[in-house]
């Protein structure tokens, strides 16, 4: 192997084994020390591929942020019916949430870098992109709408997914995939005439 071949494998593992680390110890306690030793590597591998614990993180949530569009594109391939497609979002939003470590995560990356006044446009664009290739995939549920913003969209049924998968609701009440399925149904309502 060669040498950067070699470290795209390190950067890969250390990219895969650390939500293991991040799930178990949450982001503050999640030190380099124990993210690289569960990959199988050292603190200077960690550096030779990272310049930051934040900058890692971020990059790892964006991998997992980044399977949101091309999942949901797949689940509703073929999908033109809009009741069909709110009810193939709020299933989606429901199997999401029931992971609650990235939603948790999120949220705590972001408060802490409001607190310590590094959070910037990397922080938003990585929500913001998601958000609107999202919100692309629900201009159908609206064919009457004239101008909607598919961010928005995609901003409403993330928040509400990633929002719950943090314990909002705790199983008490009602569940994400109703919150999705009732706000996208208000939507249709209000702007499909």
């Given amino acids: 192997m060669s040498r950067e071949e070699s470290q795209a494998r390190t950067r890969q593992l250390l990219l895969e084994k650390g939500p293991e680390v991040f799930a178990k110890e949450g982001y503050e306690s999640a030190s380099i020390d124990k993210i690289a030793h569960t990959a199988g590597f050292t603190k200077g591998a960690f550096y030779s591929n990272f310049d930051s614990k934040e900058e890692y993180f971020l990059e790892m949530l964006e991998l997992h942020a980044g399977q949101d569009v091309p999942e949901i594109t797949a689940m509703l391939e073929g999908v033109t019916d809009p009741d069909e497609i709110i009810e193939k979002i709020a299933e989606w939003s429901i199997k999401r949430a029931s992971n609650p470590v990235w939603g948790a995560l999120a949220l705590e990356v972001l408060r802490r870098a409001k607190r310590d006044?590094?959070?910037?446009?990397?922080?938003?664009?990585?929500?913001?992109?998601?958000?609107?290739?999202?919100?692309?995939?629900?201009?159908?549920?609206?064919?009457?709408?004239?101008?909607?913003?598919?961010?928005?969209?995609?901003?409403?049924?993330?928040?509400?997914?990633?929002?719950?998968?943090?314990?909002?609701?705790?199983?008490?009440?009602?569940?994400?995939?109703?919150?999705?399925?009732?706000?996208l149904k208000a939507f249709q309502l209000a702007y499909s005439r």
Avoid: C, K, M
Wanted: proline share 7%; aromatic share 8%.
């Fill in 117 to 183: 006044a590094t959070y910037g446009s990397q922080h938003s664009e990585l929500f913001r992109e998601q958000w609107r290739g999202v919100g692309r995939l629900l201009l159908p549920i609206f064919p009457g709408w004239n101008d909607p913003d598919p961010e928005v969209l995609g901003a409403i049924v993330l928040e509400l997914t990633y929002g719950a998968s943090s314990g909002i609701g705790n199983g008490t009440g009602p569940n994400v995939g109703d919150l999705v399925r009732s706000t």
